[in-house]
C-alpha cells in the first residue's frame, strides 16, 4: 500500500537554529500539504501546494517558515530560526486533486519537533 | 473561530459496546467531512467519509451519521475493541475548493477490555 514518507521521525534542536523536514507524498498525488498539529490540539493547515505552485499559505509564518516542492514531488518545510513555541508535530499529507468523495487527505507519520 | 468542535475530550467504553463520538461544525460551505484515528507518535490515519449529499456512510464497523440541519456528525463504532482505542478527529472541508481540511480538537477514545 502506497504510503507518504517523511524524515526524520524526531528532531531536537536548540532555539535559534535552522531544522528542516522532508516529505514524499503518495506517487500520482498531485496535492500535497503540510500540517502543524500542537499537543491536545487538531492539525492546522500551514501551507498547500498543487504540483509545484503554493494554493494556500495564509497561515505559514513567512518570516521564519519556507516551504518548497520544485518539481512538484517531494517536498521540504524549513524553520530558521527555531523557536521554542515551534515545538509541535509536522504532518504531511498528500491527496488527489479536489473533486467530490475524493477530498481525502492520507498522512504521513510526522515529525515530532522539540525545541530546546 | 472554532469551526470544527469536538465538545467531548475523551470517552472511554467497554469492549463490545458502542462507542459514539460527536463533532460539530459552524461553516455552512462544509460539504465533505472525514474522521481520522491516531495513535501516539503517528500521523492521522483515514477511518471514513461521507459527502453532504449523503446522511448516513458505513464501513464495516464504523458509521457515520450527518445531520446537516444541526451541523453535527457522529461516528458510531460498532463493536469498540481495545485496538480502537486512540484520539479520533473530525475534519470537514469545501469540496472543490483547496481541499483544505478543517480539523477538531480531537477526543480521546479508551476501550477497555
Known amino acids: 500500500e502506497a504510503e507518504v514518507a517523511q524524515s526524520p521521525r524526531y528532531k531536537i534542536t536548540e532555539k535559534s537554529q535552522a531544522v528542516a523536514f522532508w516529505c514524499d507524498p503518495i506517487?500520482?498525488?498531485?496535492?500535497l500539504y503540510w500540517y502543524r498539529q500542537i499537543l491536545g490540539q487538531g492539525p492546522e493547515l500551514l501551507v498547500q501546494?498543487?504540483?509545484?505552485?503554493?494554493?494556500?499559505d495564509s497561515q505559514l509564518p513567512k518570516d521564519r517558515f519556507s516551504a518548497e516542492r520544485l518539481k512538484g514531488v517531494d517536498s521540504t518545510l524549513k524553520i530558521q530560526p527555531a523557536e521554542l513555541g515551534d515545538s509541535a508535530m509536522y504532518l504531511c499529507?498528500?491527496?488527489?486533486?479536489?473533486?467530490?468523495?475524493?477530498?481525502?487527505?492520507?498522512f504521513g507519520p510526522g515529525t515530532r519537533l522539540t525545541v530546546l | 473561530d472554532q469551526q470544527v468542535k469536538q465538545n467531548s475530550p475523551s470517552l472511554s467504553v467497554q469492549e463490545g459496546r458502542i462507542s459514539i463520538l460527536n463533532c460539530d461544525y459552524t461553516n455552512s460551505m462544509f460539504d465533505y467531512f472525514l474522521w481520522y484515528k491516531k495513535y501516539p507518535a503517528e500521523g492521522p490515519t483515514f477511518l471514513i467519509s461521507i459527502s453532504s449529499i449523503k446522511d448516513k456512510n458505513e464501513d464495516g464497523r464504523f458509521t457515520v451519521f450527518l445531520n446537516k440541519s444541526a451541523k453535527h456528525l457522529s461516528l458510531h463504532i460498532v463493536p469498540s475493541q481495545p485496538g480502537d482505542s486512540a484520539v479520533y478527529f473530525c475534519?470537514?472541508?469545501?469540496?472543490?475548493?483547496?481541499?483544505?481540511?478543517?480539523f477538531g480538537q480531537g477526543t480521546t477514545l479508551q476501550v477497555k477490555p
Open positions: 501546494f498543487q504540483d509545484e505552485s503554493v494554493v494556500d
Open positions: 506517487s500520482g498525488h498531485a496535492t
Open positions: 499529507a498528500s491527496g488527489p486533486w479536489a473533486s467530490i468523495e475524493t477530498d481525502t487527505q492520507y
Open positions: 475534519a470537514a472541508s469545501v469540496t472543490g475548493n483547496t481541499g483544505k481540511l478543517i
